[in-house]
C-alpha cells in the first residue's frame, strides 16, 4: 500500500489519526482510564469507547455508553479529539459538562495553541509536551507519521480541583515515550 498523505485521505479519514500507543500507555500508567470518549471501531484505546456514531456529543452521561459499566464517578475518560473545525471546542465543553454534572474527569489531547478561541478557560491542569512534537497514526496505513505541523497539549478536567485554579506543567515528549514505550515492552513479554 502506498504512503498516504493528509491530502490522499477523505474527510471522515481525516479526522481518524490515532494517538500513538506509546502515548497513551504512558498516560493510561497514571490516569487509568475507564473510557475512550472519541474512538472509533479502528483506533479505540480502551475497551469501553464511544464511536462517532454513538456520539459523545450529544449524550447526557457518558457512563451510560455500556450497560451494565458501573460508573465513571471521578474515574478519567481519554479524549483525543477530531481537529476539524469546531469539534476541539465542542469536546472541551463537553468534557467540562462532564465533569461538572457528573464527576467525569478528562484528559484532552489537542494542538498546543493556547491563543486559539476555544482555549479552556476552567481547565484544572494545562501540560505542555515539550521535546518535540508528537507523531499521530494514519488512519489508513496505521504507521505514525512524522510531521504534525504543531506542538500537543493536554488539558485536563479533574472534578475534585473545579475552582482551585489552573496549573501549567510541562512535560517532556521523550520522556513520555519511554516510560510509554517500556510499558508497552512489558505487556508484549506477558502476552506473548
Not at 465543553?93 to 484528559?107: D, G, P, R, T
Not at 499521530?136 to 497539549?153: A, I
Not at 510541562?170 to 512489558?186: C, K, S, T
Request: charged fraction near 25%; proline fraction near 5%; include cysteine.
Amino acid at each position: 500500500m502506498a504512503d498516504y498523505i493528509a491530502s490522499d485521505l477523505s474527510p471522515n479519514q481525516k479526522d481518524a489519526w490515532a494517538t500513538p500507543d506509546w502515548l497513551y500507555a504512558a498516560l493510561n500508567n497514571e490516569f487509568w482510564f475507564r473510557l475512550d470518549a472519541c474512538a472509533s471501531e479502528h483506533n479505540f484505546k480502551n475497551p469501553c469507547y464511544i464511536t462517532e456514531a454513538m456520539d459523545a456529543l450529544s449524550m447526557e452521561n457518558w457512563k451510560d455508553v455500556w450497560k451494565g459499566y458501573l460508573h465513571l464517578k471521578q474515574r478519567w475518560a481519554w479524549i483525543n479529539p477530531p481537529y476539524s473545525r469546531g469539534m476541539i471546542k465542542a469536546f472541551i465543553e463537553k468534557a467540562y459538562e462532564q465533569c461538572v454534572n457528573h464527576q467525569i474527569n478528562s484528559v484532552l489531547l489537542v494542538p498546543a495553541t493556547p491563543d486559539a478561541s476555544w482555549w479552556p478557560k476552567h481547565a484544572t491542569e494545562i501540560r505542555f509536551i515539550t521535546g518535540g512534537r508528537v507523531s499521530f497514526m494514519n488512519p489508513v496505513t496505521k504507521k505514525v507519521v512524522n510531521g504534525n505541523t504543531k506542538g500537543s497539549v493536554l488539558i485536563l478536567f479533574k472534578h475534585s480541583d473545579l475552582g482551585a485554579g489552573q496549573v501549567t506543567r510541562y512535560v517532556d515528549r521523550d520522556r513520555l515515550r519511554e516510560i510509554g514505550e517500556a510499558i508497552l515492552r512489558e505487556r508484549e513479554k506477558t502476552d506473548g
